[in-house]
């Protein structure tokens, strides 16, 4: 598809049709209705919508608009969700769904971490080096060739990327093919330059590419001999992440509800690739 055809889509503020119809199955199987006789739940839907509103904007849940439902209803849910880790399922689906169609770029592949702040306390936090040791929170995130995440961890601002980069590689949500078969390349820059980050990368049977502590900037040719660099839409992934205001900022102190707020964002950039390869709209 064109660029022109990839800006119909807006920033997504609610479910589409075609999106519902893909969540609602994974919705229903995590909690389903023991008793059809008995008292309906709430819309799911507009629940659903409630969360990514708060997630976009970083609002106090008591601040969400009416037309969203009841906001304890609406959190109540998205807790229940996050723990049965029903986010991570429509991630999960979304990946398998590009993958069937040929989407997923294996074969380059780059990961890095990014800090946060953690607001109101809770679990997985530490000390921010960068922000004068205040509690903040470190995603680590790797992506496909086209900057898809394909697995996330969060743990404090403290943690060194290179000693999250395994938990990272077996956070992907979905198999990776078999490295045996299909090559894969995984970028990391010098953060990754020391045995953590170099066993990680060797035991997943990636083939890493490390830019080394002390190694001065070359030209983009002798970096990459076609001429393309690689590393850098992990970077650009994480900036999309942090246009979502309660990701940028951890608002939320249980770290499963905070970890289910980057797996729905993950989602909708793959449900954004589905988009330019169906022509929905």
Not at 51 to 64: E, K, V
Request: with cysteine; proline share 5%.
């Amino acid at each position: 598809m064109t660029a022109d055809r990839e800006s119909i889509l807006p920033t997504i503020w609610e479910v589409s049709d075609d999106l519902w119809a893909r969540i609602e199955p994974i919705l229903a199987a995590a909690w389903p209705r023991r008793d059809p006789r008995g008292r309906h739940h709430a819309d799911w839907r507009r629940c659903l919508n409630g969360i990514i509103y708060q997630m976009r904007t970083g609002c106090q849940w008591n601040a969400l608009p009416k037309v969203l439902g009841d906001d304890s209803t609406v959190h109540r849910w998205y807790q229940r969700w996050c723990r049965l880790g029903v986010m991570e399922k429509i991630w999960a689906d979304l990946v398998q769904t590009c993958d069937d169609l040929g989407q997923v770029h294996w074969d380059w592949q780059s990961a890095d971490g990014c800090m946060g702040k953690a607001r109101h306390g809770g679990d997985h936090i530490g000390k921010n080096p960068t922000d004068r040791g205040k509690n903040g929170t470190k995603r680590s995130i790797v992506v496909d060739e086209q900057g898809g995440p394909l697995g996330v961890v969060i743990d404090g601002a403290n943690r060194h990327d290179a000693k999250l980069l395994k938990a990272t590689i077996e956070a992907i949500v979905i198999e990776r093919p078999d490295p045996k078969e299909h090559e894969q390349h995984l970028c990391l820059d010098k953060a990754y330059d020391n045995p953590s980050g170099q066993s990680a990368a060797s035991e997943a049977q990636y083939t890493p590419h490390i830019r080394r502590i002390g190694e001065e900037k070359t030209t983009v040719t002798a970096k990459h001999p076609d001429g393309k660099p690689r590393r850098w839409v992990v970077e650009r992934t994480l900036s999309w992440l942090n246009r979502c205001r309660a990701i940028l900022v951890r608002y939320a102190k249980n770290g499963k509800n905070y970890l289910g707020l980057v797996q729905l964002a993950c989602s909708l950039i793959w449900y954004r690739r589905l988009f330019r390869l169906n022509g929905l709209g």
